[in-house]
């Protein structure tokens, strides 16, 4: 069955791609032309598609309505250009195009803010064209603000000395969906993983659980679950029942998916992951920034990854925000897999997918091709890579102990 997937994705991708393209082949020659711009849409393009084929799976799999193949593709690309102008924000934050030497630090930022603008411009566009306009439009809006809410959070709030802090008023607390999960049987079932493996009290794990599930929520889980809803805004649906599941399947996916994606994040590069819209340089990422991840948050307090990860925490410079390069990545990756710091992350992102699985089925149906979708927290090349790794590092003796083990390089960029 996940070749039946793999082909309705591929049929999802090609569709919506003649949309891309022919939305980008409007802009002018010289920014066409341009190695930055095209850098990033060309790297979008020929990755994994999983939120736009979640839009057409979803919108194909309800029950009793009728939506033209026109208006779901329309949504998946526009959902596929949103994601771009978000991608250009990420490489503008980390500057992953100065370290490559593909630009200079002086073209970068001007470069890739434009690239964004544009892209969100481009988003617009595609989805003024369809009869139901003004209430895409809404939903867009709302998804973008969330989202930079989400990357305020990321780099300026959740910090290793403040991982428990409490968000005062965050106004994500009012969006519906994610205040129901956070007072759900979920959120008390991850709690009750994390608990025992932290010396923390409850109240603490429970700040910093509601503080990681916000930040989750809106760099990820808000857009799934509001592109699930698109669609059926474009014919009127005022199906409660459907709105309400689709909106909680989308985001509990799309926090299920970002934590898969935050434990990707400690590949290293001889295990030969093709993972999309990374390379070898975003690897060990999110820790080289100091933000607290379920897995960081975890090495923080192991027995033998927590020397590793709070000395790489403790000389981050939150202020200037530059990223640091990290020694020894597999010292790092060893400790953090003999404390099962990433079998537990796993087994936290795979409560959120399950949940999701079964509300899918309940609304919508089973459908075997949608097993690989609902288990990237199991089947994930990266995680037969890592565990492979494990196995064989042990096999060869390798301690975990060296002394520069987790201490930092001189930072990019700075005297």
Not at 296 to 311: A, C, E, N, Q, Y
Request: charged share 30%; net charge positive; aromatic share 10%.
């Amino acid at each position: 069955m996940i070749e039946v997937r793999k082909k309705e994705m591929q049929y999802v991708q090609e569709k919506a791609i003649r949309i891309l393209n022919k939305t980008i082949d409007e802009l002018p020659e010289y920014i066409r032309e341009d190695d930055t711009f095209m850098f990033v849409y060309k790297k979008r393009k020929n990755s994994l598609w999983i939120r736009a084929y979640l839009v057409w799976k979803a919108s194909k799999m309800i029950k009793g309505i009728t939506i033209s193949d026109e208006i779901i593709f329309k949504i998946s690309s526009a959902v596929e250009m949103l994601i771009m102008s978000t991608y250009s924000n990420n490489i503008l934050i980390d500057k992953k195009l100065v370290f490559e030497r593909r630009v200079s630090p002086e073209d970068v930022s001007t470069k890739l803010s434009l690239a964004n603008n544009i892209f969100l411009a481009k988003t617009i566009q595609i989805l003024s064209e369809l009869p139901c306009a003004q209430e895409l439009m809404k939903e867009f809006y709302k998804v973008v603000e969330i989202f930079y809410i989400g990357q305020y959070i990321n780099c300026y709030i959740v910090d290793y000395k403040h991982f428990d802090r409490v968000l005062e008023e965050p106004p994500l607390a009012l969006t519906p969906v994610l205040e129901s999960i956070l007072k759900s049987e979920v959120f008390h079932e991850v709690k009750s993983i994390i608990e025992p493996l932290v010396p923390l009290n409850k109240q603490q794990v429970d700040n910093y659980l509601k503080n990681q599930l916000t930040r989750l929520y809106a760099i990820n889980a808000h857009m799934i679950e509001r592109f699930l809803l698109m669609p059926l805004l474009c014919v009127n649906s005022k199906e409660e029942r459907t709105l309400n599941k689709l909106a909680m399947i989308g985001s509990l996916y799309g926090i299920g998916m970002q934590i898969v994606n935050d434990i990707i994040d400690f590949s290293l590069p001889n295990m030969c992951v093709e993972i999309p819209m990374k390379s070898s340089s975003d690897f060990f990422n999110d820790l080289s920034w100091g933000i607290i991840t379920i897995p960081v948050f975890l090495g923080m307090f192991g027995k033998k990854s927590r020397d590793k990860i709070v000395r790489v925490l403790e000389n981050i410079d939150h202020y200037f925000g530059e990223p640091h390069l990290i020694k020894n990545k597999e010292d790092i990756l060893f400790a953090l897999m003999e404390d099962a710091v990433i079998k537990k992350s796993l087994k936290i992102a795979g409560v959120f997918l399950k949940e999701a699985r079964r509300i899918s089925e309940e609304l919508l149906g089973r459908d075997e091709s949608l097993d690989d979708v609902f288990n990237i927290h199991k089947d994930s090349k990266f995680v037969v890579s890592i565990f492979r790794w494990y196995r064989r590092a042990k096999k060869e003796g390798r301690d975990g102990k060296r002394s520069e083990a987790g201490i930092l390089e001189k930072p990019m960029g700075r005297s």
